[in-house]
T-cell receptor, first 115, second 113 residues
């Protein structure tokens, strides 16, 4: 039973470029959440997708956008990259039906470095 | 604003010793409180999850406690092992925040032989 898989694991971009990160949820999960984790900090919630719609959004600018596909996989897009976007981007999946007590399963993350 | 604060920021202990990590949260009501373990370069892994009505939850050598009155939680690790070296993150789900989780900054634990 595959867990959450993310790609790529590492990537380097320059300021102003755009990046797309991908996530496949754990089998049986239908909800995907994205988090940004700066070095030495706890993860910060970016947004959550369920039924191909953004359901919740954290305090991130519109440069951060996402998408969920019919097979529940998801993409995170970041436009006009800034140096401060360098971080570990974590994808977490869960089952929407368990609501508040749902246990998130995290992927290993995509490490983005912006030069 | 919902906030989660953890202490200490980092901790070094000798193998076999016990330790306790602290988590304080502001604003309520909350739905549940979770502790995650995050190895370097990996995603967080759930250790325990407690609702407001629970005051203790164990998972092997890990025991989490919750005092909803003082808005404090602790994670106690007994008989530490080298593999316990990781970041431990306290996560709170607030009922006024929908499905969003608020993460603490984590405690970086290093277990030395």
């Amino acid at each position: 039973d595959a867990g959450v898989t993310q790609s790529p694991t590492h990537l380097i971009k320059t300021r102003g470029q755009q990046v797309t990160l991908r996530c496949s949820p754990k089998s049986g999960h239908d909800t995907v959440s994205w988090y940004q984790q700066a070095l030495g900090q706890g993860p910060q919630f970016i947004f959550q997708y369920y039924e191909e719609e953004e359901r919740q959004r954290g305090n991130f600018p519109d440069r951060f956008s996402g998408h969920q596909f019919p097979n529940y996989s998801s993409e995170l897009n970041v436009n006009a990259l800034l140096l401060g976007d360098s971080a570990l981007y974590l994808c977490a999946s869960s089952f929407w039906g368990t609501s508040g007590a749902n246990v998130l399963t995290f992927g290993a993350g995509s490490r983005l470095t912006v030069l | 604003k919902n906030q989660v604060e953890q202490s200490p920021q980092s901790l070094i202990i000798l193998e076999g010793k016990n330790c306790t990590l602290q988590c304080n949260y502001t604003v309520s009501p909350f739905s549940n409180l979770r502790w995650y373990k995050q190895d370097t370069g990996r995603g967080p892994v759930s250790l325990t999850i407690m609702t407001f009505s629970e005051n203790t939850k164990s998972n092997g050598r890990y025991t989490a406690t919750l005092d909803a009155d003082t808005k404090q939680s602790s994670l106690h690790i007994t008989a530490s092992q080298l593999s316990d070296s990781a970041s431990y993150i306290c996560v709170v789900s607030f009922t006024n925040a929908g499905n969003m989780l608020t993460f603490g900054g984590g405690t970086r634990l290093m277990v030395k032989p």
